[in-house]
Structures are given as C-alpha cells and as structure tokens.
C-alpha cells in the first residue's frame, strides 16, 4: 500500500512541476506567479519523497534544493505590495 502511495505522489509530483514548467514557458502564468511557486514546492516536496523512499537520494536532495528555491521565491512574493504605487 506504501509503495503504491509513493508512486502515485512521485507521478502527481513529476506532472505539478512539468505543468509548472509548461505554463512558464508557454507564457500562461508568470515565474512570480504564486500558482507557480506553490506547483514547484507541491512537485517537489512528493517527488523528494518518492525517491527517498526508493533511496535515490541524489534526486531526493535535488527535490529539496528545488524546494528550498520555490519556498524562498514564495516568500518575496508574499512580502511585495499586492499592487504598484502610481
């Protein structure tokens, strides 16, 4: 049941963070988009986990360093004003 768990969270993952890349590259979304940042960290943090569950831990350390990206990225979002100044 684990297994098939980790395998269904690896293929949601791998599919969050392509659609991510998609959208960006096809101009649908902006790479300060929150919808992109919470794709990212949503693909990333199940794909860390299905490969640290098949102890593939170079892709697993990946995973958390595209996290980590995405996260830090969130955070200036967040903290810039929700509109421009005229």
Not at 19 to 37: H, T
Not at 51 to 61: G, W
Request: contains cysteine; positive net charge; hydrophobic residues 55%.
């Amino acid at each position: 049941m684990i297994k098939l768990l980790m395998d269904g969270l690896g293929w949601v993952g791998a599919f969050s963070v392509v659609l991510a890349y998609a959208c960006v590259s096809f101009r649908k979304i902006r790479p300060d988009a929150l919808l992109y940042q919470v794709l990212n960290v949503a693909g990333g943090l199940f794909l860390a986990l299905n490969t640290a569950y098949y102890h593939a831990y170079p892709s697993a350390f990946v995973n958390l360093v595209w996290i980590s990206i995405a996260l830090a990225a969130l955070a200036r979002i967040k903290g810039r004003p929700s509109y421009e100044p005229q």
